[in-house]
């Protein structure tokens, strides 16, 4: 990559140029297309400099008003197209409680089938994490049946194995031990991204550096540390009080700090798994009641929208990377997953840091810049920057990262 001093004037801005064969395809999908990567740095495009208008508080006003004559420097980066990688981890973080009992049943028995439509070479792990609290050892962790290892690994396990471990692991995991009830996949989670933790999964080949992450929720209700009816919500079916208040007993004992405040809600499991996959290899998805026509009410039935996890997914839809919500109740999920799909091998490989440092031919060798001038257009459209000088490079948002092809132009002044 190398830069372009930019001539005194600037020109105009470029204008932006059956249910188990069902979810059995649908998660081959998932898996064969989380496989897909992009790659590359880019390359020159010869063109004349963009016009950098004014914008927000960390874009800086038109650098033609601010470098002087023969200041200007830019570079320019292509986003690169999809190529074959193969390196994906897929986490199902499931309600263990027994009003979900029918409806895990019948997904072990589809799940495990999407192996079959892998596409050949892709290395996948599968892992399942109880929505245990604190007192559970499960909680953190990737759960295995007796018999099932706790990861299962594309290179070492056949399809049917693959298939039959993973109905063992889903039908019949354990219930949690106090009044958590395994209704607590948002502390669940965040507890697995504790650096002891990490450092456990990893050595058991599980959140691998270089794979991205899918994490797919499970439940029927909403999730412990997210207490609707503190969010305004207080009737069914988004609000169904549990039995003995036990919900609210957890929600106490697990989701708060020793203040009072809320320590697991989820922005904090958000950000959590964004520090895990800082390149943005990170997807979220669940299969939880999303439809408030379709959730079941009777005597002894606590089922209800899936807050909390729904707020979770749709945090990664509002800072760009992208959900899928599934409606539990729903006879396929081939759409839904199939959308997952997309967003793994289109969005979350795309570049989004850009390295302004030495190029491979010296051509900026020596070059010193000023901070405060770095701007950044996507096809001739000017979008928000951070600069980090110690590192010499600039990072946009995944939302402002365009396409495959994009063209992706930085400019700064030269001290």
Known sequence: MKHTPAPAHALPAEQPTALAAALSTALATLLALSAITLSGCGKKIDQEPLHLDAGPTNRPPALTDNCGSGQLTYWDFVQPQPTESGSVDLLFVVDTSASLDNKRSRLATTIPDFVKGLSPGTDYRMGVMLAHGGASAYSGSLYSAPGVPRVLNSKL?????????????????????????????????????????????????????????????????????????????????????????????????????????????????????????????????????????????????????????????????????????????????????????????????????????????????????????????????????????ASKSVKIALPDAGKAGSLVRVAACKE
């Open 157 to 389: 396990h056949s399809p049917s194995q693959v298939q039959a471990y993973l109905t063992k692991d889903l039908k019949s995991p354990p219930s949690d031990i106090d009044e958590a009830n395994g209704e607590m996949g948002l502390y669940s989670l965040s507890r697995s991204f504790e650096a002891g933790s990490v450092a456990g999964l990893k050595a058991q080949g599980f959140y691998r550096d270089d794979a991205a992450l899918s994490v797919v929720f499970i439940s029927d209700e909403n999730d412990i540390c997210y207490r609707p009816e503190l969010h305004g919500y207080t009737k069914f079916p988004d609000f169904v009080p549990s039995a003995q208040n036990s919900e609210v007993t957890a929600y106490k004992r697990y989701c708060l700090n020793s203040d009072g405040s809320e320590a697991i809600t989820p922005a904090s499991v958000y950000a959590r798994a964004q520090a895990m996959k800082p390149n943005q290899k990170l997807s979220l998805a669940s299969i939880v009641h999303v439809d408030p026509a379709r959730v079941p009410q009777g005597s002894g039935l606590e089922e209800s929208i899936g807050h909390g996890i729904l707020e979770l997914v749709e945090q990664s839809g509002i800072l760009g990377i992208g959900h899928v919500l599934m409606d539990v109740m729903d006879t396929s999920y081939r759409a839904g997953l199939e959308k997952l799909g997309n967003i793994v091998s289109t969005q979350l490989k795309l570049n989004t840091s850009f390295s302004l440092d030495t190029s491979p031919d010296n051509s900026n060798e020596g070059l010193t810049i000023r901070p405060e001038t770095v701007s950044i257009q996507v096809d001739g459209v000017a979008v928000n920057r951070q600069y980090d000088p």
